[in-house]
């Protein structure tokens, strides 16, 4: 199972996937967590953040996390997800995928701004930054859309929705 988590930057992947790993790893040890910025790191992120950089890290992202599928190791993924044509691959890939989209508005995403990311995109200081001033095309195949009042939850809520959701449509045994 691969659960992917999707949203721009700020919307709170990182923190709900962090809290969705714990809640779930003592049922499953063969769970990892991934996170598309520690990922770069990992690679030595001399890609950059233009479009076509963005499209061979999403590359490598959907094809590490098959790797692992393959292996029955599960992954929950917190990654910007700006490619329509990866979550199509992921679904026809991952023996089962499950995805999540914090469609957090931008006012909001813009007051949690921890890394000045928009703020310096809108002043010209960075460029190549989706939802600014490149595309950010909504995920049209989410199994679940957070957004709304639920967006505003805090992260162990959040990660409680997902929980039970997936448990839902996939039961426990994954």
């Known amino acids: 199972m691969v659960i992917w988590l999707i949203g721009l930057s700020g919307a709170g992947k990182t923190t709900v996937g962090q809290l969705l790993y714990r809640r779930l790893k003592p049922r499953h040890a063969n769970l990892v967590f991934f996170d598309g910025d520690l990922l770069r790191e990992v690679w030595g ?30 992954v929950v993924a917190a990654v910007l997800s700006g490619f329509s044509e990866w979550q199509t691959w992921n679904r026809a890939n991952f023996t089962k995928y499950f995805e999540v989209f914090l469609d957090v508005p931008m006012d909001v995403l813009r007051e949690r701004d921890t ?49 039970a959701q997936m448990a839902q449509r996939h039961g426990d045994k994954w």
């Open 45 to 74: 992120d001399n890609l950059g953040h233009t479009i076509e950089a963005r499209r061979v890290n999403a590359h490598r992202i959907s094809h590490m996390c098959r790797l692992l599928d393959r292996q029955d190791i599960h």
């Open 115 to 163: 890394k000045s990311l928009y703020a310096r995109a809108e002043s010209g200081e960075i460029a190549n930054v989706i939802g600014v001033d490149l595309p950010f095309p909504r995920p049209a195949g989410a199994d679940l859309v957070i957004s709304g009042a639920d967006i505003l939850a805090t992260p162990s809520e959040l990660a409680g929705q997902i929980e």
